[in-house]
């Protein structure tokens, strides 16, 4: 019972991931690809994601406190970090780097920063991991 | 990582396709994976492009297709295309978050058979076998026209079935991922028939590909053609088709190089600007446009094929002394007579000297390059055949020498010149090929009469151009590697990169002697024009005679040879007025072209090496 509980609030917060713009089709295609020969894999990838992600942020944090900033640069990290999102479906995350880069290229450092904010709000671990702990432990 | 055997491939296509998959993103990386092994294909992953290439390399028939991403951080992704394409000639499908018009456009052009957009569906790798295929049906049609195949007639037959059934369960091949109907629909007969034509398959090696450059030297770039590269290669297996390929792939190659050169020499601080506003004609930078150069060039044959060595001279229009139409040319198809860049009829000088046509003109520098900012654009793209002017070939023999490319760099041996000269040969050289070339190179220079060492140097670099095998592996090899001083036997190397190389190499070898004193006068006069990617090229040898374009300095100094090969354009080769140096240069560089010096096999591994980015 517990269990069917369990299984029902994870389903719902799922939803709601997808409801608010937080994730979109890719999370479904990884969803596909957790097999029996990889039944952790949603999770595994998730969690490469966050480390790999929380790295770009740093790195890009630094970038901007960097004067005279190298927009150049900036627009690159940003890329990265837009290619890595979109592996996990990361919507939200992305259309966020995407602003960034018009941001960038529109030489708007103030933006940036208030883009970076969010994003990190974006990525937020709770967000996401949450939502594949209680499925892995359930099943 | 590693390879999969091919024969259980064989029974079972697409299952077991072996994949190479490079990208810098570990999560991509990942799903990538997992997706491609759902599609029973084999995975083999890389976070680096330098190890992909290096898996590539380890094993040549390993893979069957590689995807990559195109942004990643040791090395850009369209590069490794390129490489890939070159040595291996494996179908490459180029991946990214980015999916501008721009960047897609791009990437066709380097060659990818495909650009997918991320997230990559699975969808989308399902049919990324039909690439395989497409190039297996092209061999063995290749291979088919061939007459003079023996061992086609099995293939024949055997293709024929292949195509058949492949005709049959195209339909269901192309309605679904039902790979299990391709399954049964292939006879297994007739699928082993289509690989066994694999054997066939054609791959670039780095020795089949030094002949390729030695060819097309020989046969000066304005002439090239597929069909007389493949006569005088002389390789009995090879199919017209299989070099008409990679002829294409070799200009592309050297044209782009040649842009990069450019955009190098210009973060160089590299006086292009300088040559630039001297060149007319900015027609400079093509990459395709080598054969440009060659209409004006006297001796015209030089050019470099098409791509690098745009340098195109520059300027020469303007000025006679532009020799400019050196180097531009990319080092690409040295086939030409090497100094095909010489597009104005100034080349005059030094028929060979594809380089720099302008210098061909104006006498003024020798080594083509130094019009005023002293570059020597030095011919290096030209690949040296014809240096029609001593100067040119001056330039080219150095540059040969210089040049990395794999085959003929090592050849050139300026070694006199070469040890204090960068070791152009990036890497290839790593030994000075003490062959016989490089013999026969400095001696004649050393025979040269003139008193600027130069002309000397020209006929080491004449030597070296008929060198200059399209080396464009050399040219990426010059890049990074090593420049070997001793820039082998400028063995005309096509690369007319390598030549620039080479020249700096020598040049600054012969500055010593003597000749800096003329070569800067001539650079000066020449180099007017010299584009300012030519310049890079050149740029280097200049430093004595001041003309060497910053662009070639990067080449050589830094034993980069990257620079080298855009900065080809602005060879300008002085003009020599000695006309004894003029006519024997030429003999020089045709011989050198001859392919008389034995290559040795160590070189070429050296060579490879160099060439691959290492």
Redesign the interface.
Known sequence: MERNQLRRQVRLMRQSLFDQGFLDE?FV??E??Q?D??PN?VE??AT??YR?SSRSLQILEQALQRNPRDFNKLD?YM??F???S????AKKVKADCQQFREYCNAGNAEGWQGKLGQSRHHVDPSNQESHQQPESSLD | MESSFSSPRNDTFPAGLRVLVVDDDPTWLKILEKMLKKCSYEVTTCGLARDALHLLRQKKDGYDIVISDVNMPDMDGFRLLEHVGLEMDLPVIMMSVDGETSRVMKGVQHGACDYLLKPIRMKELRNIWQHVFRKKIHEIRDIESHESFEGIQFIRSGSDQYDEGYFLSADDLTSSRKRKDVDNKYDDKDFADLSSTKKARVVWSVDLHQKFVKAVHQIGFDKVGPKKILDLMNVPWLTRENVASHLQKYRLYLSRLQKENELKSSCGGMKHSDYSSKDAHGSFGLQNSISIQQSDVAHGSFKVSGNSLVSQRVGTKSHESDIEGIVSEPVAEPKKGSNGNIPDSQKTRSPQMDFNNSYAETKKGLIGNVPDSQKIRTPQVRPSHSLASVESEVNFTEFESAIPTKYSRNEIQLNKKQKPLIPLNSGFNKPPLPGPHSHFQVDRVQSIPSSSSRPSIAEEDVTGPAKSKPSYSEYINIQGSHVSPTISTADSFPDQIKSCVVNHQVSEAVSTSTANMEYQGFNLNCITDLESAQRNLIVESASPFGFLDDGFQICWYQGDCYGMNLGLQNIEFPEYNDPALVSEVPAHLYDALRFDYPYEPSEYSVIGQGLFIS
């Open positions: 890719q295609q990884l596909e690809l097999d020969a990889n894999f595994e990838v490469l994601y790999d690159n890329q990265q837009k290619g890595s979109s592996s996990i479906g």
